[in-house]
């Protein structure tokens, strides 16, 4: 007997509108099961238990599912490194695709985490993540794109696009979340200004997109937790840029009363039965909240629902698809078109990559990061694929006839003495897991009674039973081991310096590759280096492409999406433990200018093996909120290769005059010894700016405008653009 959310599917097929038809679905179902369709569906304490001795997403967590009428409800997969449930494809975290620069790759890594996900039982992917990268030091930084807001929102946008073909989709953390250890309590203070201008354009970008939902965050913004902030959920987003999808919580701590949030206009708690469940009937008797707004939650939830399930295909998504070949291939190409060259010059100004096989005999493989698996944070993101492939194994493939001595402990005399002895030393430094990234702190919120507050009282014996295990060594991969947070420092450790400066001076082929998200201070002993490059953690197939690289089978075509700077100075305040702090506009390449000083390398840099020259832009269209360039670029070089294209626009005068803000990008792949053009849309909109009078961002008049068409932040041979000239 086909069920009532079945037959609603048909009729929204057949032209019925989606919100006769979540009414038709609402008016069945009982007050109690309304109240079910806007939280989860298991226990509280029993996913506690599960995290415990379970990998986090382990399978797809369900949220207001309701059997008697056939409300398929939500089933949630996480990201954005991929499926985190079951075994999956690890891509590049999203920092290193950033470093692509190109969003029809990203577009195509989302159509595959969608099929992924579909395959793995859910219809929900809760992986689409761009937090403006305001600061290095942010354990999470690893999960977005960067840090200008236009390059973020059109990587959300792609990722979007991608899985949207399968599954519904999910835009988080909104908004301003961007410190790790402190994120269940710390108040960020923003400017309205600011928060418009900086904070929130990529946002809407994804919203313009058609995403699916939104994930609020767990910090507080101006006073206000996120969770339950009328300003951000229902003003800006459901009045000002006419969402109309539904919110949901960040897991756990998302919300901290459920009437506010339900009255704020966050719809579905995630991903327990935990706070709702306790509160929210008491809530509606007491007139905290009442059922009209319980029925607009639950509308919205229902209509994605039926959106989703109306334009899905059913069949076509069997289990041999998940890391299959072509996706194992994909992973590939983003990891070595996201790595970025930095340094190819010894004291002599050669270059030293590529390695070509025939010329190289002995290599010494330096470093505790060559031979480990490390794919990044072991948090939420964390992504379990059925084979990764180190840098060891990567080298060893590639340069099969080459004697290769591995020194993977810390020690620098060793790692010299290996040098020596070598025609090429590689050193592989950075980071892993418990270094940085999501940063879960069990005993914190256990003691904390504000915290306490949101869990429902432990059935008999669980107290004893999380004793016993917080007591035991826990699984390796239990979802509760986390280490991970806001990372202590921006260097690299002591060793590991120690160990650059020794084989450096060993050995005058010396290529440095580091495997991080944020940026690294290097100013110590950048300029001892012939050869430097930024791996990133590069999914499963990291050493092949890093491989790719060193031996030129692949042209390095990575640029950087963010500006590393030459010390700690030219960073914003960060710290890890604030509970309050301030965001403005200042940060990364922008405070860097501010400041009139010069960047270790800008932002958008990133080398190659062969030469490029932006020889030509013209103005093909022009409105007032957008222009498209036709921009001609040489290769100079004799090998072929990719490059990224950028336009950075600012205001010739008034507030924020000479800011440079990126309005356009585009790759273009360029033969040796040829031109080719590439078309990029600039958008202006990037250069509005919030007016409080009004309520809105005005965008600026054209004729004070000027873009420069770059190959990175502050480029010496950028082409310039007066738009009212």
């Known amino acids: 007997m086909t069920k009532p ?107 595959v985490i969608g099929q992924e996900v579909r395959a793995r039982g859910g219809n929900f992917f809760g992986g689409i993540c761009i937090n403006l990268a305001r600061h290095p030091a ?30 519904m989709t999910c835009v988080k953390h909104y908004a301003l979340n961007s410190m790790e250890n402190k994120r269940f309590e710390v108040d960020v203070s923003v400017s309205q200004e600011d928060l418009h201008d900086v ?50 919580s960040d897991f756990v701590m998302g919300l901290r009363d459920s009437a506010a949030s339900l009255n704020a206009g966050l719809d579905l708690e995630a991903p327990y039965i935990q706070q709702r469940a306790q509160y929210l009937a008491t809530q509606i008797e007491s007139g905290e909240t009442d059922w009209s707004t319980v029925e607009q939650s639950c509308l919205r939830i229902l209509k994605i629902q039926l959106k989703h399930y109306a334009a899905r295909l059913e069949d076509g998504y069997p289990e041999a698809l998940i890391a299959n070949k072509a996706a194992a291939q994909l992973a590939r190409e983003v990891a070595s078109r996201s790595m970025v060259l930095l340094k190819n010059e010894d004291k002599e100004g050669r270059a030293v990559l590529p390695i070509e096989s025939s010329n190289v005999k002995r290599i010494a493989l330096i470093g505790r990061l060559a031979n480990a698996p490390n794919m990044g944070d072991h948090g939420s993101s964390r992504v379990v694929p059925p084979y990764y492939v180190t840098p060891e194994a990567g080298i060893r ?33 950075g980071y892993d897991y418990r270094d940085e990234g999501e940063f879960f702190g069990g005993n ?92 990133w953690y590069a999914g499963m197939e990291g050493g092949h492409a890093l491989a790719d690289i060193i031996s030129g089978d692949v042209n390095p075509a990575g640029h950087l999406p963010y500006a590393i700077a030459q010390n700690a100075k030219d960073l914003p305040f960060f710290d890890k433990d604030a509970t309050a702090i301030e965001y403005g506009r200042l940060y990364g390449q922008r405070l860097i200018d501010a400041n009139n000083h010069e960047p270790a390398y800008a932002h958008g840099f990133g080398l190659s093996y062969t030469e490029f020259v932006i020889s030509n832009a013209t103005i093909k269209e022009l409105d007032a909120e957008k222009a498209a360039l036709k921009i001609a670029v040489e290769n100079t070089g004799s090998r072929d290769g990719i490059h990224i294209v950028q336009v950075y626009g600012k205001r010739l005068t008034g507030q924020h005059a000479n800011e440079s803000i990126l309005v356009g990008f585009a ?48 480029d010496p041979d950028a082409l310039t653009l007066v738009m009212g000239g």
Request: net charge negative; proline share 5%; hydrophobic share 40%.
């Open 138 to 167: 942010w354990g999470r930084v690893q999960e977005t794109y960067g840090d200008e807001p236009y390059q973020l929102g059109s990587f959300g946008a792609a990722l979007c696009r991608g899985v949207k073909k399968h599954t």
């Open 5 to 111: 959310f079945d037959q609603a599917v048909d009729e929204v097929k057949r032209g019925a509108s989606l919100s006769e038809q979540a009414k038709f679905l609402y008016d069945l179902l009982t007050e109690e099961e309304r109240l079910w369709v806007l939280d989860g569906d298991l226990p509280f304490h029993d996913g506690i238990m599960q995290m415990m001795t379970t990998r986090y997403n382990l399978r797809p967590y369900i949220m207001g599912q309701i059997d008697r009428i056939g409300i398929p409800g939500i089933h949630f997969v996480d990201g954005p490194r991929g499926c985190v449930s079951g075994e999956g494809t690890a891509f590049p975290v999203a920092m290193a695709r950033g470093a692509t620069w190109d969003v029809q790759l990203e577009e195509q890594i989302g159509d």
């Open 667 to 714: 790759p273009v792949k360029v033969n040796a010894g040829t031109s080719q053009s590439v078309d990029v849309t600039c958008s202006f909109e990037a250069l509005a700016l919030w007016n409080e009078s009004v309520k809105k961002r005005e965008l600026p008049a054209l004729e004070n405008v000027e873009l420069r068409v770059s190959s990175y932040a502050g």
């Open 444 to 535: 914190q919120m256990r003691s904390n009674p504000e915290f306490k507050k949101n869990f429902p009282p432990p059935p008999e014996g669980f107290e004893e039973k999380m004793a016993e295990l917080a007591a035991s060594k826990l699984s390796d991969d239990a979802a509760m081991k986390i280490v991970g947070g806001d990372r202590s420092s921006l260097e690299l450790r002591e060793v590991d310096r120690e160990i650059i400066k020794k084989v450096s001076a060993a050995n005058p082929k010396t290529i440095v590759a580091i495997i991080a998200a944020g940026a690294v201070l290097m100013d110590e002993w950048r300029d001892d280096v012939p050869a430097l490059m930024m791996m």
């Open 397 to 429: 493939a590639r340069y099969p006839d080459a004697q290769i001595e591995l020194v993977s402990e810390d020690n620098p005399d060793a790692a010299e003495l290996a040098a020596k002895n070598a025609d090429v030393a590689i050193i592989v430094a």
């Open 199 to 248: 904070y929130l354009p990529h946002f809407k970008q994804v919203i313009d997109e058609g995403v699916d939902s939104v994930m609020s965050a767990y910090n507080a913004i101006n006073g206000e937790w996120a969770g339950h902030h009328n300003y951000l959920l229902t003003d800006v987003l459901r009045g000002l840029w006419k969402f109309d999808g539904f919110v949901i």
